[in-house]
C-alpha cells in the first residue's frame, strides 16, 4: 500500500504541472482571436476606388493599386484616409493628374484570397505601381512556408506578367503588443514573422522586384502597447503614417 501510495504521489507530481502548462498554453492562444474578434474593429476602406489631386495643372495620369489584407485595409483607423496606402496614393500623387489609387484587400485574406477575388479586378485595373503586403493571416492561419511560398510566386508571376506595373514588395510587420501575445507565443509569431519575411525577400530578388522592409525597420515601435489599435494588433493612425513614410521613402 505504501509503494502504491508513493508512485501516485510521483505520478500527481508530474502530471499537474503537465496539465497547467497545457492549460496555460491554450488559454493564452485562445486570447489573442478572442480579444481580437471580441473588438472586432472594421475596415476603414469603403469606396475602394479614389481620384487625387485632380487640381494639378498636367496631363501625367498613374495608377496606384495596393494589395493586400486588413492592414491595406485601414483596420485600425476610423477614417481611411489615415491608412498607409491612402497616405502614400497622397504623397505619389502630388505631380499627377487623375491620380487613381485603388485599394483590393479585405480582413483575414491570406495569399489564396487575393489570388481566388483580389487578383484578377488589380491586374484589369492596369496598375504603373503595385504594392504588396499579405502573409499576416497566413501565419496565424498555420499556412505551410511551403504552401505561402507557392502562393505568392504565383501573384508575383501574375503581376509582371499581366500587367507593366512597377511592383513593391513590402515585408511583414512585427504586429501584437506584449499584453496580447504572452509568451512563448510572443517568441513564436516573431520567429514565424522573421522566416516569412525571408521567403518574401528571396522572392523579390529572384523576381528583381523593389524589397522594402518595414519589419526591422518598426520592430522597437511595435513593442510599445501605444503602436497599436484597440485589439493590441492593428496599428494606429500614427503607426500607418509611419509605414506610409517608410514605403514612401524607398519609392524614391
Not at 485595409?73 to 477614417?79: D, E, Q, R, S, T
Not at 477575388?117 to 501565419?139: R, W
Not at 525577400?201 to 525597420?217: E, G, H, P, R, V
Request: cysteine-free; overall charge positive; aromatic content about 16%.
Amino acid at each position: 500500500m505504501i509503494k502504491r501510495n508513493f508512485f501516485k504521489k510521483k505520478y500527481l507530481i508530474i502530471i499537474i504541472p503537465l496539465v497547467a502548462i497545457g492549460l496555460y498554453l491554450w488559454l493564452a492562444y485562445a486570447y489573442i482571436y478572442f480579444r481580437i474578434g471580441k473588438t472586432a474593429l472594421p475596415a476603414s476602406d469603403t469606396k475602394y476606388s479614389y481620384v487625387l489631386n485632380t487640381s494639378a495643372k498636367t496631363e501625367k495620369s498613374l495608377v496606384y493599386v495596393a494589395l493586400g489584407d486588413s492592414l491595406t485595409a485601414g483596420v485600425g483607423v476610423n477614417n481611411y484616409q489615415q491608412s498607409y496606402p491612402y497616405l502614400l496614393a497622397e504623397k505619389l500623387s502630388f505631380n499627377y493628374d487623375n491620380f487613381i489609387f485603388k485599394d483590393f484587400s479585405y480582413p483575414g485574406a491570406k495569399t489564396n484570397d487575393l489570388i481566388n477575388n483580389l487578383l484578377t479586378p488589380a491586374i484589369t485595373s492596369q496598375p504603373d505601381i503595385v504594392t504588396l503586403l499579405i502573409g499576416i493571416n497566413d501565419i496565424h492561419g498555420r499556412i505551410s512556408p511551403e504552401v505561402f511560398a507557392k502562393n505568392y510566386r504565383f501573384i508575383l508571376e501574375q503581376l509582371q506578367t499581366k500587367t507593366k506595373a512597377k511592383i513593391y514588395v513590402i515585408s511583414l510587420p512585427f504586429l501584437g503588443a506584449k499584453t496580447l501575445l504572452l509568451p512563448p507565443y510572443n517568441y513564436y509569431f516573431h520567429q514565424q514573422t522573421i522566416n516569412y519575411n525571408k521567403i518574401i525577400q528571396n522572392l523579390a530578388k529572384t523576381y528583381n522586384l523593389s524589397f522594402i522592409d518595414l519589419a526591422s525597420l518598426t520592430a522597437e515601435g511595435s513593442k510599445n502597447s501605444a503602436y497599436y489599435a484597440a485589439d493590441l494588433f492593428h496599428p494606429t493612425a500614427q503607426s500607418y503614417k509611419l509605414w506610409a513614410t517608410i514605403i514612401y521613402d524607398h519609392l524614391h
